[in-house]
Antibody, heavy 123, light 107 residues
Framework: EVQLLESGGGLVQPGESLRLSCAAS????????MIWVRQPPGGGLEWISA????????YYADSVKGRFTISRDNSMNTLDLEMNSLRAEDTAVYYC????????????????WGQGTLVTVSS | DIQMTQSPSSLSASVGDIVTITCRAN??????LNWYQQKRGEAPKLLIY???SLQTGVPSRFSGSGSGTDFTLTISSLQPEDFATYYC?????????FGQGTKLEMK
């Protein structure tokens, strides 16, 4: 059974940093791209970052480029999101999701999702 | 970046109704369009991929169609468990943007 468990969320002040993690199990982790998607309170879904199965290619939304860094450890089956220079508008539930294939090719779908971790940026 | 627009933003319907939700891209995305369902307090769930393919385990009352820039999600006979928010997502190019969502409520 595929399981994705996010951790690391919490309350931080504007300008601070936070590192989210996603522990994966139930599948061969290195064979699949992984994606972070966030959802502000009462809002819609926002795709923010992705990484290919081998970790060699990363992708970011403009809203987080230069501030967030996605990484993975295929030996530990973990996905991370390092978030720096946090802003109030980064407040959201952050979901870890699994792509159905190794690369970010056209047609990639998110076939499993974690339950999310809440990040609140406020002074 | 590709912008995805859903309509309507909200919709009231009754059990047994046929419901259609529309998603439009601001440039062609061929058939690279996914649909997700999200119930309150839960993570999203994949329903449809590449515009019309049904994800394993999803009831056949859900169907998708379209190509190019215009897409639809249809629920053929609404069930109580279908009241949720629905999102489209383009999988044509990064960033893989979502529509703003359509909230399906009970009339």
């Amino acid at each position: 059974e595929v399981q994705l468990l996010e951790s690391g969320g919490g309350l931080v002040q504007p300008g601070e940093s936070l590192r989210l993690s996603c522990a994966a199990s139930g599948f061969r982790f290195s064979d699949y791209a992984m994606i972070w998607v966030r959802q502000p309170p009462g809002g819609g879904l926002e795709w923010i970052s992705a990484i290919t199965g081998g970790g060699g290619h990363t992708y970011y939304a403009d809203s987080v480029k230069g501030r967030f860094t996605i990484s993975r450890d295929n030996s530990m089956n973990t996905l991370d999101l390092e978030m720096n220079s946090l802003r109030a508008e980064d407040t959201a539930v952050y979901y870890c999701s699994k792509g159905h294939a190794r690369s970010m090719f056209r047609g990639l779908r998110h076939d499993f999702w974690g339950q999310g971790t809440l990040v609140t940026v406020s002074s | 970046d590709i912008q995805m627009t859903q309509s309507p933003s909200s919709l009231s319907a009754s059990v047994g109704d046929i419901v259609t939700i529309t998603c439009r891209a601001n440039q062609t995305i061929d058939n690279y369009l996914n649909w997700y369902q999200q119930k309150r307090g839960e993570a999203p769930k994949l329903l449809i991929y590449t515009a019309s393919s049904l994800q394993t385990g999803v009831p056949s009352r859900f169907s998708g169609s379209g190509s190019g820039t215009d897409f639809t999600l249809t629920i053929s006979s609404l069930q109580p468990e279908d009241f949720a928010t629905y999102y489209c997502q383009q999988s044509y190019s990064s960033p893989r943007s979502f529509g703003q969502g359509t909230k399906l409520e009970m009339k």
